[in-house]
């Protein structure tokens, strides 16, 4: 098979070579490829907000006549010619820009009609191109109104076959109505679709004045409106600052609601009201973007993962509106506290990125404020308006010159027909005798004998007057800006009849309200407050039986296991946990294990020592303090809040010596004034609280002296009150010794023995 080459067969290809810089070549090079995908590409046209694939795609339904009236065509069909003709791209991703042109969640207002499955809301996609149809939708019409009358510059495609438009001239405003999204090298562009009465009302008060300010402008403009509704939550202060920098983040919600009362305004609250006094609440739309199928995931994963315990249940209940249930876990349930939950947790918040980076019309990038923008678009719209003026002048002036050839024809009607009849070459002395010019003698000529009527010279008559009446107009629009302005107000309010707040397409969707200051969130909080009875074994196995339950209860445990805490708690609450090596740990009441069985081993939960025993379990008190003593007769005072620790391993509060162990951790009653302590030699001493110091770690100070032994037992007191103990046996009866002061003394002394009939076991 022969082949050609551009070069002689005797050429050495060395010579093709040019030795040059890498880094000149690279960056010549990269900036080349870097200006193509930025200009032709990713970043649409201020003018009619089309990147070249959407615009080339709208522009192939146009040629094959898909217009709203006509009947569907194959999607094969629009991708083969747009990939043949005007775009040589993957066929891939031009059927997913025709996709997303179709998409009612995604465009704000669709330029393509579909028919079959064009994806859905939930993330499924659209079936291939050969199963679907499309057509144009009014929208895209409009967007392409006047492309016939030599409004926009038409260049050739690739490969020179065809032509297609430089933008689109119609005065649908498509860049703020839709909005847009792209990558570029260096560059992004992120454009919210925005509401196409607003936009229109916006740009009038910008041509009635075109000194007005920016806070003007955002009185009618108020900002996005998503195809899939939602609420803007931001502040009006905060969307004027990104739209007039034209950058910025808008914070957008989902909306709760159960849909419209009486088919009037949306019922906000979302709350569902059931039987017995449950309720549920109804998601009815979601954050622009956001797919339904993954957001519901998201939170059955959080109930499954048990971070979301105040939700019971989520159910989709969708048709072709959405309705998300989602059923809390009892009807106590806060649903604010619900909702902000989920809000934090979820895509049901979400921010949008506002980047108005945009092509002007000299296809130079850069980012616009609202301002600028809408100057830019009034400017091209004025040049598309001029150039539609001078075309049609332009046809006027060449129909007017054949309808003064026809009325000079049936003014000398019998004339022309002589001439005609009687000479070999009728044209030129058609032209000689009634000054004609090539075109009215042409014309003439080519005339039917149907339309040698007495009533068309009539009709010519008013035409050339109507004409003429036309092009003095059109000449004093091209003379006079204010004329100019006055049209364009007058297309553009024409045009907002179709897109009206009292329309369905035009209505808003996106309601733009100023969320409420954020509650503190604490997943704490969405733990269901009920009451249990905690209790820890000997051998370290917790449970949490339902209710508040006498402490001395019967409660099971395992063989050569017993009872050695047991307490009245909240799931709310937090519980502290010390161990003898001065280690304190924290366990939400709500995580311990129910009390039909032995429970499960406390040492599951949290990282004890196997050689460390629990000497106590105690409820945390916000601000309480506890009393903290070693069996070396050592303390200190503790801040509960400082107790608490955040991992497993627990926070190391007491220090202490080899063969000093913590003993004592006592929760301090404000009310109490004293310190009582007792040692293994049973030797008591009381000194004053104020004497014990606050400390957030450490070994503490001497607090009683022993000669033998260490410390049994501590308790703070009330000297008023005394000291008082439980009698033995099973009387219950409890014995107050009021007259204490033989045993006040200093801290650290070595004391002496208790009131008689002090317990033998030397506990208080």
């Known amino acids: 098979m022969a082949t050609t080459t551009d070069r002689p067969d005797d050429a050495d290809p060395f010579d093709a070579i040019v030795d040059a810089p890498f880094d000149s070549a690279l960056s010549e090079r990269y900036l080349v490829y870097a200006l193509s995908t930025i200009t032709a590409r990713s970043l649409p046209d201020l003018r009619d907000g089309l990147k070249p694939v959407h615009r080339r795609l709208l522009w192939a339904m146009r040629q094959l006549r898909l217009d709203p009236g006509q009947a569907f065509k194959k999607s094969a069909r629009v991708v083969g010619d747009v990939i043949g003709k005007y775009h040589p791209h993957g066929d891939a991703s031009v059927y997913d820009a025709m996709v997303r042109l179709a998409q009612d969640f995604a465009l704000r207002y669709p330029l393509v009609e579909g028919q079959g499955n064009f994806g859905n809301i939930d993330g499924d996609n659209a079936a291939a191109y050969r199963y679907t149809e499309a057509r144009l939708t009014r929208t895209a019409i409009q967007l392409m109104a006047g492309l016939d009358d030599g409004t926009v510059v038409f260049h050739p495609t690739y490969n020179g076959e065809e032509e297609e438009p430089e933008i689109f001239p119609g005065l649908f405003p498509n860049l703020l109505a839709n909005g847009s999204s792209g990558i570029a090298v260096g560059m992004a562009t992120s454009i919210p679709s925005h509401n196409v009465a607003e936009i229109i009302d916006a740009t009038l008060l910008l041509i009635d004045n075109p000194h007005a300010e920016h806070p003007e402008l955002m009185q009618v403009f108020h900002g996005p409106d998503f195809a899939t509704g939602g609420i803007v939550v931001d502040s009006p202060s905060a969307i004027s600052a990104a739209y007039e920098s034209g950058k910025g983040a808008i914070r957008l919600r989902g909306r709760f609601s159960i849909g419209r009362a009486g088919g009037g305004a949306w019922e906000e609250t979302g709350i569902e009201k059931l039987p017995g006094g449950q309720w549920q609440l109804v998601v009815s ?75 002007d019309a000299t296809r130079t990038p850069g980012v616009m404020g609202l301002k600028l923008l809408l100057q830019e678009w009034i400017i091209a719209q004025i040049d598309i308006l001029l150039r539609r003026s001078r075309h049609r002048l332009e046809k006027i002036a060449a129909r007017l010159e054949l309808v003064e050839g026809y009325i000079i024809a049936y003014l000398n009607l019998d004339r022309i027909i002589e001439i005609i009849r009687g000479e070999d070459e ?206 070396a007769g050592r303390g200190f005072a503790a801040e509960a809040d400082e107790l608490l620790a955040e991992t497993r391993k627990g926070r190391g509060v007491m220090g202490v010596k080899p063969g000093v162990k913590l003993a004592v951790v006592r929760e301090i009653d404000p009310a109490h004034d004293h310190v009582a302590l007792i040692g293994d030699n049973r030797k008591l001493v009381i000194f004053s609280l104020e004497e014990l110091p606050v400390l957030a770690k450490g070994q503490g100070v001497t607090l009683q002296r022993f000669r033998d032994g260490g410390l049994s037992d501590a308790v703070t007191l009330r000297l008023e009150d005394g000291l008082s103990w439980q009698m033995g046996g099973d009387s219950g009866r409890v014995r107050t010794e009021k007259d204490v002061r033989l045993w006040k003394v200093a801290r650290g002394a070595a004391g002496r023995l208790p009131p008689t009939g002090f317990p033998k076991n030397n506990k208080f």
């Open 426 to 631: 009728p044209k030129p002395v058609m032209m000689a005798e009634f000054a004609l010019t090539d075109r009215q003698a042409e014309a003439i000529l080519n005339m039917r004998l149907r339309s040698l009527r007495k009533l068309e010279e009539m009709e010519l008559r008013k035409e050339r007057d109507e004409l003429l009446a036309e092009q003095d107009e059109l000449e004093k629009l091209l003379a006079s800006p204010a004329r100019q302005r006055t049209r364009l107000k007058r297309d553009l309010n024409a045009l907002r009849k179709d897109y009206g707040e009292d329309t369905e397409l035009g209505r808003r969707r996106t309601t733009i309200a100023e969320a409420a200051p954020t509650r503190e969130f604490n997943m704490d909080a969405m733990i269901e407050k009920e009451p249990v009875t905690v209790i820890l074994s000997q051998r370290g196995w917790i449970r949490a039986a339902r209710g508040h339950l006498p402490l001395d209860g019967d409660f099971k445990f395992k063989d050569g296991d017993g009872p050695a805490f047991a307490l009245h708690a909240q799931t709310t609450d937090k519980l502290l946990i010390a161990a003898d090596n001065g280690r304190f740990y924290t366990l939400g009441a709500d995580k311990l294990p129910g009390a039909r069985g032995f429970g499960e081993p406390i040492r599951t939960m949290l990282d004890i020592d196997a050689d460390a025993q629990i000497v106590a379990l105690l409820v945390y008190r916000p601000k309480a303090q506890l009393l903290l003593a070693s069996s």
């Open 285 to 359: 739309e979601i954050p622009y973007m956001v797919q339904k199928g993954k957001l519901i995931e998201q939170i059955a994963g959080l109930i499954a993962d048990k971070k979301l315990p105040i939700l019971e249940d989520v159910r989709d209940e969708s048709d072709e509106a959405v309705r998300i249930v989602l059923v809390p876990k009892s009807r106590n349930v806060d649903p604010d506290l619900l909702k902000e939950s989920l809000y934090r947790l979820t895509e049901l918040e979400t921010r949008f990125s506002l980047n108005l980076n945009v092509l």
